[in-house]
Protein backbone atom coordinates (compact mmCIF):
# COMPACT_ATOMS: atom_id res chain seq x y z
CA UNK A 1 0.00 0.00 0.00
CA UNK A 2 1.53 3.52 -1.10
CA UNK A 3 1.85 5.66 1.91
CA UNK A 4 -0.78 8.65 1.98
CA UNK A 5 0.38 12.43 2.35
CA UNK A 6 -1.77 15.40 3.44
CA UNK A 7 0.25 18.55 3.78
CA UNK A 8 -0.77 21.06 7.09
CA UNK A 9 -0.99 23.67 4.06
CA UNK A 10 0.99 25.62 6.67
CA UNK A 11 4.75 26.50 6.90
CA UNK A 12 5.40 23.03 7.84
CA UNK A 13 3.91 19.63 8.27
CA UNK A 14 2.16 17.17 6.86
CA UNK A 15 -0.08 13.97 8.18
CA UNK A 16 0.87 10.54 7.29
CA UNK A 17 -1.51 7.96 6.70
CA UNK A 18 -1.79 4.18 5.38
CA UNK A 19 1.67 2.84 7.10
CA UNK A 20 1.26 0.65 10.51
CA UNK A 21 4.18 1.96 12.49
CA UNK A 22 3.50 -1.04 15.18
CA UNK A 23 5.22 -3.46 12.57
CA UNK A 24 8.33 -3.29 11.28
CA UNK A 25 8.99 -1.23 8.14
CA UNK A 26 10.23 -1.63 4.92
CA UNK A 27 13.39 -0.32 3.24
CA UNK A 28 11.24 1.50 0.83
CA UNK A 29 8.51 2.74 3.42
CA UNK A 30 11.67 3.96 5.59
CA UNK A 31 13.06 6.11 2.75
CA UNK A 32 9.83 7.67 1.84
CA UNK A 33 9.07 8.45 5.21
CA UNK A 34 12.79 10.04 6.01
CA UNK A 35 11.89 12.34 2.37
CA UNK A 36 8.55 13.40 3.71
CA UNK A 37 10.67 14.60 7.15
CA UNK A 38 12.73 16.42 5.46
CA UNK A 39 10.52 17.58 3.03
CA UNK A 40 8.29 18.75 5.43
CA UNK A 41 9.45 19.05 8.44
CA UNK A 42 6.83 17.44 11.07
CA UNK A 43 5.19 14.75 10.33
CA UNK A 44 1.99 13.85 12.65
CA UNK A 45 1.02 9.89 12.39
CA UNK A 46 -2.72 9.93 13.66
CA UNK A 47 -4.57 6.86 15.23
CA UNK A 48 -1.04 4.92 15.52
CA UNK A 49 -1.53 2.84 18.98
CA UNK A 50 1.94 2.81 19.41
CA UNK A 51 4.21 0.82 22.92
CA UNK A 52 7.05 2.38 23.97
CA UNK A 53 9.04 -0.94 21.70
CA UNK A 54 7.07 0.41 18.56
CA UNK A 55 8.16 3.95 19.06
CA UNK A 56 11.51 2.79 19.48
CA UNK A 57 11.97 0.98 16.99
CA UNK A 58 10.02 3.58 14.48
CA UNK A 59 12.86 6.35 16.18
CA UNK A 60 15.39 4.29 15.29
CA UNK A 61 14.60 4.31 11.50
CA UNK A 62 14.99 8.44 11.91
CA UNK A 63 18.85 7.97 13.59
CA UNK A 64 20.48 7.19 16.51
CA UNK A 65 19.38 7.64 20.02
CA UNK A 66 21.20 10.70 21.01
CA UNK A 67 22.04 12.41 24.58
CA UNK A 68 19.86 15.46 25.29
CA UNK A 69 21.14 17.22 28.89
CA UNK A 70 17.91 18.46 29.93
CA UNK A 71 15.77 15.02 29.31
CA UNK A 72 16.39 12.02 31.26
CA UNK A 73 15.66 9.21 29.48
CA UNK A 74 12.78 6.69 30.05
CA UNK A 75 14.39 3.49 31.73
Partial sequence: MQISVEPSGQACGAR????????????????????LWLEHQVLVFPDQPMSIGDLERFAQYMGPHGEDPYIQAMP
Fill in 16 to 35: VRSVDLTRPLTDAQVARLRA
